[in-house]
């Protein structure tokens, strides 16, 4: 509750994503910072890295390493505070949260179960993949919602390549064939990448195996890959893909994945070493009707246009994790970066304004476009969103250089803009002398 010693407000901040990190980076500087109130960022890791380029660690092409983000060091500068941990419940009546126990790699217990306090709560853990049921894809596949599940997949197909090229036999049938089952953003941006590898890890010296031997396969159930983007962008990006010699079938619904295959309703089967999972997304389960909380099917906290929950005013839900209405259209706000950005402004206005006494804006989604980078090959996108009039298709150098920009606009509002100036500059000269791809 409200600090007893000095009377200011606690602002716990549950999820250190995209939207999260942002939030807590503006409230600190702005509240933290002046001793306005008390800010808090409750996340079960120690890292933060933007999302959308999970795919590029986990191809190995970016060290997470390089990129990452440490939550104490950027609490220190900003002006929140930091408590690692994984929220497990919710106490709306005593407005508390509860954190679960974190153990060490060897399953002792380093920090106790504890509560948290809070005057305004905003719940902001993202989403997870969304297996649906479906017989084999826990056991048999490969996930990309974290850091580690990212380097996990990074760490196999390194381990598959080294082994390929040091077998004292030929390569058996299907041996490092890759199959990713979901055709969205990331699937299509991570066969992009591993068609890349395939090539750098052959003229870093794993010559043994070459480009022509691994086969990347896109498993999507809808009739076109991107199917949530513009159809024309679907259409260039899967003529880009066919030139990388990508496989992509559509209108093929998985049924049940195996050690060695992936079954399809249409009774096709296809063989794969490695397969990862990329079909869909969901909130965590523990969001699921937490304390009496209006969920939908996806687990996502069912919040109105100023992103307070439904049914508790200093509540507040915000990116992946929440269903908002996108108004003008028939469907929610879409699971994007640039929503949880914007969603985070709304969610900083709202709560310094709820402080000073004055009304609470309403949250509209504006959707700018979509890009989609095929790695150094090419990116393509639609700019001004989905609206049938003024939409405009970019592809290749101006499409990437709009890319980058969105994880430059992430940076600077976390950064300010002179320091991601130099990082800018530290990291052309660190490709100077790294190599183009994670050997180890």
Same mark, same amino acid.
């Given at each position: 509750m409200t600090s007893a010693a000095n009377n200011i407000p606690n602002i716990v901040v549950v999820g250190g994503g995209a939207g999260g990190l942002e939030l807590v980076t503006k409230l600190g500087r702005k509240l933290g910072k002046k001793g306005k109130a008390n800010i808090t960022l409750v996340d079960s890791t120690h890292t933060h890295i933007w999302k959308p380029l999970l795919h590029e660690v986990a191809a190995g092409t970016l060290d997470s390493h390089e990129d990452e983000i440490e939550?104490? @060091?950027?609490?220190? &500068?900003?002006?929140?505070?930091?408590?690692?941990?994984?929220?497990?419940?919710?106490?709306?009546?005593?407005?508390?949260?509860? #954190?679960?126990?974190t153990y060490n790699d060897n399953?002792?217990? /380093?920090?106790?179960?504890? $509560?948290?306090?809070?005057?305004?709560?905003?719940?902001? %853990?993202?989403? #997870?993949?969304?297996?649906?049921? /479906?017989?084999g894809v826990t056991d048999h596949c490969l996930f990309l919602d974290t850091i580690s599940q990212a380097e996990t997949f990074q760490s196999q197909l390194l381990e598959?390549?080294?082994?390929? *090229? !040091?077998?004292?036999?030929?390569?058996?049938?299907?041996?490092l064939d890759i199959a990713i089952v979901g055709a969205g953003a990331t699937g299509v941006e991570l066969s992009a990448q591993l068609h890349e590898v395939s090539h750098l890890l052959t003229a870093y010296g794993l010559d043994e %195996?070459?480009?022509?031997? %691994?086969? +990347?396969?896109?498993?999507?159930?809808?009739?076109?890959?991107?199917?949530?983007?513009?159809?024309?962008?679907?259409?260039?990006?899967?003529?880009?893909?066919?030139?990388?010699? %990508?496989?992509?079938? !559509?209108?093929?619904r998985v +049924?049940?994945?195996?050690?060695?295959?992936?079954? !399809?309703?249409?009774?096709?089967?296809?063989?794969? @070493?490695?397969?990862?999972?990329?079909?869909?997304i969901k909130a965590p389960d523990f969001l699921k009707d937490i304390d009496g909380l209006e969920t939908n099917w996806m687990n996502q906290l069912v919040v109105k246009q100023t992103l307070q929950t439904t049914l508790d005013d200093d509540v507040y839900a915000i990116g992946? &994790? &929440?269903? &908002?209405?996108?108004?003008?259209q028939d469907e929610n706000v879409p699971p994007r970066a640039q929503a949880a950005h914007q969603m985070a402004d709304l969610v900083y206005k709202s709560l310094t304004r709820r402080m000073t006494g004055k009304d609470i804006p309403e949250y509209a989604y504006h959707d700018y476009g979509s890009l989609v980078s095929l790695g150094r090959y090419s990116t393509v996108g639609n700019m001004m969103g989905n609206l049938s009039k003024g939409s405009l298709m970019i592809e290749g150098f101006m499409a990437r250089i709009m890319y980058l920009s969105l994880y430059k606009m *992430?940076?600077?509002?976390?950064?300010?803009?002179?320091?991601?100036?130099?990082? $800018?500059?530290? *990291?052309?000269?660190?490709?100077?002398? *790294?190599?183009?791809?994670?050997?180890?």
């Open positions: 939550y104490l @060091a950027q609490a220190m &500068c900003s002006g929140f505070r930091f408590r690692l941990g994984k929220m497990d419940g919710l106490d709306r009546t005593n407005k508390q949260i509860s #954190v679960a126990p399953g002792e217990e /380093i920090i106790p179960h504890r $509560s948290f306090d809070y005057d305004y709560l905003v719940i902001a %853990v993202g989403s #997870v993949s969304h297996d649906f049921g /479906i017989k598959a390549y080294l082994r390929a *090229h !040091t077998q004292d036999k030929p390569l058996d049938e299907g041996q %195996v070459q480009p022509t031997d %691994v086969k +990347i396969s896109i498993i999507e159930a809808a009739e076109r890959l991107l199917p949530g983007l513009p159809e024309n962008l679907s259409t260039a990006t899967e003529k880009e893909l066919s030139k990388l010699g %990508v496989e992509v079938l !559509t209108n093929e +049924i049940e994945i195996t050690a060695d295959e992936i079954k !399809t309703e249409s009774g096709k089967i296809i063989p794969a @070493a490695i397969k990862v999972w990329a079909a869909g992946d &994790c &929440c269903a &908002c209405k996108w108004i003008g *992430h940076q600077v509002a976390l950064f300010g803009l002179f320091r991601v100036g130099m990082l $800018s500059l530290s *990291h052309l000269f660190r490709r100077s002398v *790294h190599p183009k791809i994670k050997l180890h």
